[in-house]
């Protein structure tokens, strides 16, 4: 008998609610098994209306009601100190309780870290969850974290985002083997700070049952040269942030090159199938997965699409059905051992830090 799988979510979150969510829901039903069923939390009467225009997904959906919501611009302690009973807390508990494999939610990103971190604890000795994206390359996507959660990092939190995000990419991308590499100013060993410098002894020298490959630079994430790209929190938001504003820069000026003549409109009438090929691939990524819990949340975009929450809940999927969790622990317990056979030496002559030339 095929095991059922619930997957929970936050139908009130993001900028749009059950408009977007439901409908993103009934993608996922289309293209996931009937084993995958939904849990829904939020507003009832909205959330009964989005499903009347959804044929037969009402009996895939299970319908929670509550009209507590944590609001958008809400700061994380202010969210927390009143998010019991909200459609966010309610998703993520079901996780807890067991009653669902996974939480999906389009909401307030600090809200979400900090219920997931309450309601459902850390692995092993982490402190933070990770926040992953997923950036298109040409050898398919590259895995890259984090991207918002930890803004300060030192070594042994970047040798914990190497162990995660191979695992993630091993999961979600089917990757054998996926290689990882540390994100630098430059890939010769004496470059960048010495926390990153640190990390990239104890990924080569430790042990660690992961295919290292040293530094890599900031044009390197796009191009696929590693499947999991490690950084600390600022600079991977920064990073993150640079690329979809280039995608969106790019869209624009594509868009106007070609509505701006009858000819170029004719033209671009004729590759439209193309060019949304190219406009799916140029997108931010829908869903980031929050790393290192003892359960899986993902966060969607607050303006994400139907799309994006389909994919969420592919995603959550796929995770729940992999051996991700435990690869992960295999690797934490290796990792102690990893840090006392790579304790630093001296540093480099010549070593630049971040801020210096590349």
Request: glycine share 10%; proline share 5%; with cysteine.
């Amino acid at each position: 008998m095929t095991q059922t799988l619930v997957i929970s979510i936050d139908a009130m979150g993001g900028d749009h609610g059950p408009p977007v969510v439901v409908p993103g829901v009934a993608r996922a039903a289309q293209a996931l098994p009937p084993n995958v069923r939904f849990l829904l939390h939020g507003d009832e009467p909205a959330v009964r209306a989005e499903l009347a225009r959804c044929k037969g997904l009402a009996e895939r959906v299970e319908v929670r009601h509550t009209d507590k919501v944590v609001a958008m611009d809400e700061k994380p302690a202010q969210a927390l100190r009143r998010a019991k009973g909200t459609s966010m807390w309610n998703a993520v508990e079901a996780v807890r309780e067991g009653e669902a494999i996974a939480a999906v939610s389009c909401g307030n990103t600090g809200a979400l870290m900090a219920i997931s971190k309450l309601i459902l604890r850390m692995r092993a000795d982490l402190d933070r969850p990770a926040l992953v994206a997923g950036i298109p390359t040409p050898r398919g996507v590259t895995t890259f974290l984090d991207v918002g959660a930890n803004v300060d990092c030192d070594a042994e939190r970047l040798v914990e985002f190497a162990i995660m995000g191979e695992a993630y990419h091993r999961a979600v991308h089917k990757a054998a083997k996926p290689t990882v590499g540390v994100l630098n100013v430059g890939s010769e060993d004496m470059k960048g700070h010495e926390e990153v410098r640190e990390a990239h002894r104890v990924l080569r020298e430790g042990g660690l049952d992961l295919a290292y490959k040293g530094f890599v630079e900031g044009d390197d994430i796009t191009k696929g040269v590693v499947d999991v790209v490690v950084t600390d929190g600022f600079t991977g938001n920064v990073a993150l942030k640079a690329m979809e504003g280039v995608a969106r820069f790019v869209n624009g000026e594509l868009k106007g090159a070609l509505t701006g003549s009858p000819l170029a409109s004719a033209g671009a009438l004729l590759a439209q199938g193309s060019l949304r090929k190219f406009r799916d691939r140029m997108s931010p990524p829908g869903a980031a997965p929050l790393l290192g819990l003892n359960g899986i949340v993902l966060k969607c975009h607050g303006g994400a699409a139907a799309k994006d929450v389909a994919e969420a809940l592919r995603v959550a999927r796929d995770l729940a059905q992999s051996d991700f969790a435990a690869e992960i622990e295999r690797n934490m317990t290796r990792l102690p051992a990893a840090l006392a056979e790579t304790s630093p030496g001296p540093a480099a002559d010549g070593a630049v830090s971040a801020q210096g030339p590349a």
